[in-house]
């Protein structure tokens, strides 16, 4: 039973490109969650979806960031227009049921962002 | 707002002693606690979980306790390996129960 998928693991983009970070559940895990993390800080929430619908996206930045969870295949994380301060590692995360007391989260690997 | 507090600086132990570290929490009362190990370059690894009601939970090494008068959880690993060694992360539930909110981590070193 495969875990949580993240790729790429490595992504360098220049200002003002786009970045697409992919993750693909735990089989049969409906909610995902998307974490940063910077250099020597904790894991911060940044948004949280089911199968096509966005729960709650109140960890993510007004603009440039948006996140999708579609019926068929994974789920996407897309970081417009990216700037320095975008550089972090992203983590996906999976739940079989919401995630919390009932149900801890699985963790994929990260894709690494750079901006150059 | 919520906050955790870790200690950044890392432990250092000498093989097959007791490391525990310390998790401080501020401005909230959560529901339950957890603990994840991160390897380096690896996403974090759930390893247990304590609820507001219990005191302490145990899973092979590994000891949890949770003191919600002190606002603190001690997480110790007895007969510690050098393959202990990694960060370890605690982390509170918010005002959701499914967003969770995480220290920063503490570095444990276990020398052989």
């Known amino acids: 039973n495969a875990g949580v998928m993240q790729n790429p693991r490595h992504l360098v983009r220049r200002r003002g490109q786009e970045a697409r970070l992919r993750c693909s559940p735990m089989?049969?895990?409906?909610?995902v969650y998307w974490y940063r993390q910077l250099p020597e800080e904790g894991l911060k929430f940044m948004v949280y979806l089911q199968k096509e619908n966005i729960i709650d996206e109140s960890g993510m930045p007004k603009e440039r960031f948006s996140a999708e969870f579609p019926k068929e295949g994974p789920s996407i994380l897309r970081i417009q227009q990216v700037v320095r301060g975008d550089s972090a590692a992203y983590f996906c995360?999976?739940?079989?049921?919401?995630?919390?007391?009932?149900?801890?989260?699985?963790f994929g690997n990260g894709t690494r962002l750079t901006v150059t | 707002s919520q906050k955790i507090e870790q200690n950044s600086e890392a432990l250092n132990i000498q093989e097959g002693k007791t490391a525990t570290l310390t998790c401080n929490y501020t401005n909230y009362s959560p529901a339950y606690l957890q603990w994840y190990r991160q390897d380096p370059g690896r996403g974090p690894v759930f390893l247990l979980l304590?609820?507001?009601?219990?005191k302490e939970k145990r899973k092979e090494r590994l000891k949890v306790t949770f003191d919600t008068t002190l606002k603190q959880s001690l997480f110790h690993i007895t007969a510690s390996q050098p393959a202990d060694s990694a960060t370890y992360l605690c982390?509170?539930?918010?005002?959701?129960?499914?967003?969770?909110?995480f220290g920063s981590g503490t570095r444990l070193l276990v020398r052989p």
């Open positions: 982390a509170l539930d918010s005002d959701s129960s499914y967003k969770l909110i």
């Open positions: 304590i609820r507001e009601n219990e």
């Open positions: 089989k049969g895990h409906s909610h």
């Open positions: 995360a999976s739940s079989p049921l919401p995630g919390g007391r009932d149900s801890p989260l699985h």
